[in-house]
């Protein structure tokens, strides 16, 4: 427990919700140990660069709440280079690093497990994503704040299709995966969820849109995964359906980014603390290249290379739900 006097924090990829939460858990946890913490400022970027500040209980205070992440986050091709990780490795020893926290998605966790192969540096990392797209937890930090905030803009959606009597394309983030689709489209009660785990097919989402306009449907909310392979892209899948059902009045509304932003919910935040307290502990004990996640409501740790290589599973009992909901 006393090998690691100074550890460093870092936030790396995409922005989430949660990742101060997670940064704010991991200083204070350091502090209860009386154990030194650092800041990294823009991810591997900064590690780079030296750019780092020193962080206490006291300069945390406030950034629950706050979305995004006050560290900055950036991609980094030369941290890519065995030169640039060198720099990277004697930036950190420099200023007396022992460990490093990595919060982020499986590129910075790749990042990370590759610079702990080389140079023997203590690393632990914590899922930072809103695609919840990372093995060996059930929850990524800023997922659920995410489908909080898609729920509530598919309900202002359905407003107006409803009083325009029009068929909305709501596209949603998720990569290759459609855990956003599926649980939000369930959650606002969507007529059909399209997630790439899932060929629905262009004539069943035809016959779809025939059998809900023949049960007095006036209106229809699609919920469209961007990684959906149905159509080329989702103003292709409107054409389409205007094509061969010109009846429906078709919209399309991309959400982009706007799903990363947003004070992050009770539960990321509360998960997020979870997170580095867990991170922290595990590297004080000696414990290195995994990622910590959540697990039947247990905060448990994964190797890097499985959290990494592994792929998380589409919930099929959900699926289910969903094909019900829509009868």
Do not use: W
């Amino acid at each position: 427990m006393n090998k690691i006097k100074k550890i460093a924090v870092m936030t790396s990829g995409g922005d989430a919700p949660g990742m101060n939460a997670a940064i704010r858990s991991v200083v204070r946890a350091c502090a209860f140990h009386g154990v030194e913490c650092i800041g990294i400022y823009r991810g591997y970027e900064g590690m780079i660069d030296g750019d780092f500040i020193d962080l206490n209980a006291r300069s945390v205070k406030g950034i629950i709440n706050k979305g995004g992440t006050f560290l900055k986050s950036a991609r980094s091709k030369e941290f890519r280079t065995k030169a640039g990780r060198k720099k990277a490795y004697e930036s950190l020893k420099a200023a007396h690093v022992d460990a490093l926290v990595s919060i982020g998605g499986d590129g910075t966790f790749t990042g990370a497990m590759i610079f702990n192969q080389e140079f023997n540096f203590p690393v632990i990392g914590i899922p930072g994503t809103i695609d919840n797209d990372i093995f060996g937890t059930s929850h990524t930090l800023g997922y659920d704040t995410t489908l909080n905030t898609v729920v509530d803009v598919i309900d202002k959606i359905r407003d107006t299709a409803s009083s325009h009597n029009r068929l909305f394309f709501v596209e949603v983030m998720g990569r290759d995966v459609g855990h956003i689709a599926l649980n939000v489209g369930v959650g606002a009660g969507a007529e059909e969820i399209l997630i790439p785990e899932e060929d629905l097919g262009l004539d069943r989402l035809l016959e779809s849109l025939v059998r809900s306009k023949e049960s007095g449907k006036s209106s229809s909310i699609v919920v469209v995964a961007e990684g959906d392979r149905i159509g080329k892209n989702v103003f292709e899948l409107k054409d389409y359906v205007e094509e061969h059902l010109p009846e429906y009045e078709v919209r399309v509304s991309v959400l982009g980014h706007m799903q990363r932003g947003g004070s992050p919910s009770c539960f990321d935040r509360v998960l997020a603390s979870r997170m580095g307290v867990k991170a922290v502990e595990s590297l004080l004990e000696g414990k290195s290249n995994y990622m910590v996640g959540l697990s039947s409501d247990t905060i448990q740790l994964t190797p890097l290379d499985k959290a990494i290589k592994g792929q998380s599973k589409i919930n099929k009992e959900l699926i289910r739900v969903s094909d019900i909901m829509t009868t």
